[in-house]
C-alpha cells in the first residue's frame, strides 16, 4: 500500500515513497550542472521535483511510470519541493492506479451495479436490449466503469464518466415526472450513450491523454460508430428510433460552435443537452470550490472551462467535496 501521498509532504521531512510521474526534462542550472526536472503526483496532488547531478543516476523510468523516491521535502518560493536522493522505476505489479490518479469517491462497481438495475427496470423493448447489450459487453464495460468523463472541465477523474451518468439518470427520472409527456426510456438511453465514445477518446491507464483516435474523430462520432455496431446486431430495431437516438448523441453539446453537428430537433434531445449541461458545469463548479478552499477572497480563480471567477458563496467548510449517493441522502438510479 502506497504511503507518503503529496498532501500530506510537509517542508524538512524525509519521504520514501512511490509516485506517477507527470513530466520528466534534464536542464541544466546557471552554474553548469545538469539536474532533472520534474512533476511527481498520487491520486491527492502534484508536488515539482528535482534531482541534481542526474548524469550521475541511472534512470531507468519515463512519463507515467510509477517511481520509488527518496528525498527530502523543502519549501521554495512558498510551496513545497522534493529534493530526490535516489530515484528508480517501480516495478510491481500490484499497483492500484486509484493511489496515483484522481478518482471519483464513489465505488465505480457500485455506481455500476445500480446503474445496471436501473436500466433493468426499464419496459421491454428495442431500448432495453440496447442499454444491456452494451452494459453486458465485458471489455466495453470495464472502460465504462473507469473513464474519465472530460481531460479537465468536468468529473475528471477515474471513474468520472459513470458517476455523472449515474447522475444524469437521476435526474433525468425526476424531471420525466414532472414532464410526463417525453419518453423516459429514450432519455435515459440517451443520457447512458451521449459519452460513450469517451471511453475510446481518451487514454487512463497511467495518466489522462487523448488517444490518437479521439484526437482524430472525438467522442460523439465514436459513441456514434459504437451504438450502430450494437444496433446492427439487434434484429428489427425501429430505423425511426435509431435516428432519434443517433440525433441525441450527435446533439448533446446543443450548439455547432461547441462540437454538435446537429443541434437538438426534438424535446428528449434537448432533455439530453441541458441535463448534461447542468450537470458539467455544477461539477466543475464544485471542483474549482474545491481547489480554491484556501484561496483568499470573495472569488475563486478563474475556471478555464467556465471562463470566469466563481462567487465564494458561503465558508469553505460548506463546500462539500464528492460523497456517493447513500453519504448524501440521494435516492440511486
Avoid at 198 to 224: D, V
Avoid at 255 to 265: A, R, V
Wanted: glycine content about 6%.
Amino acid at each position: 500500500m502506497k504511503e507518503g501521498f503529496v498532501a500530506h509532504l510537509t517542508p524538512e521531512t524525509f519521504v520514501r515513497s512511490t509516485f506517477l510521474v507527470q513530466s520528466k526534462e534534464r536542464k541544466i542550472a546557471s552554474n553548469g550542472a545538469a539536474y532533472l526536472d520534474l512533476n511527481l503526483q498520487d491520486t491527492t496532488g502534484v508536488i515539482p521535483a528535482k534531482l541534481w547531478d542526474c548524469d550521475r543516476h541511472t534512470l531507468d523510468f519515463e512519463v507515467d511510470d510509477v517511481v520509488r523516491v527518496e528525498g527530502q521535502v523543502e519549501s521554495y518560493r512558498g510551496a513545497a519541493q522534493l529534493k530526490i536522493r535516489k530515484i528508480s522505476r517501480c516495478t510491481d505489479e500490484a499497483l492500484d492506479l486509484r493511489d496515483y490518479l484522481p478518482h471519483s469517491a464513489r465505488d465505480p462497481e457500485e455506481m455500476f451495479a445500480s446503474l445496471l438495475t436501473r436500466l433493468q427496470r426499464m419496459e421491454e423493448g428495442p431500448l432495453r436490449a440496447l442499454l444491456l447489450a452494451i452494459m453486458e459487453d465485458p471489455a466495453l464495460v470495464e472502460q465504462y466503469k473507469l473513464a474519465p468523463a472530460a481531460m479537465s472541465y468536468h468529473h475528471a477523474y477515474l471513474g468520472g464518466l459513470l458517476e455523472h451518468v449515474c447522475s444524469l439518470v437521476e435526474l433525468a427520472d425526476q424531471l420525466v415526472d414532472h414532464y410526463p409527456s417525453l419518453r423516459r426510456d429514450l432519455v435515459v438511453a440517451g443520457l447512458v450513450l451521449h459519452d460513450l465514445g469517451k471511453t475510446q477518446e481518451l487514454a487512463f491507464g497511467r495518466s489522462f491523454r487523448y488517444t490518437t483516435r479521439g484526437q482524430l474523430l472525438g467522442h460523439i462520432t465514436i459513441g456514434l460508430e459504437i451504438v450502430q455496431e450494437k444496433i446492427r446486431s439487434l434484429p428489427d430495431f425501429p430505423a425511426d428510433l435509431k435516428a432519434q437516438l443517433e440525433h441525441i448523441i450527435l446533439s448533446h453539446h446543443g450548439q455547432l460552435e461547441f462540437g454538435s453537428p446537429k443541434e437538438p430537433m426534438f424535446p428528449e434531445a434537448l432533455v439530453v443537452h441541458y441535463l448534461d449541461d447542468l450537470d458539467s458545469k455544477l461539477a466543475s463548479m464544485k471542483a474549482q470550490y474545491a481547489a480554491d478552499r484556501d484561496r483568499a477572497g470573495d472569488w475563486t480563480a478563474r475556471n478555464p472551462a467556465l471562463r470566469k471567477e466563481l462567487l465564494k458563496v458561503g465558508e469553505p467548510s460548506e463546500v462539500p467535496a464528492a460523497k456517493s449517493a447513500s453519504q448524501s441522502g440521494a435516492k440511486k438510479p
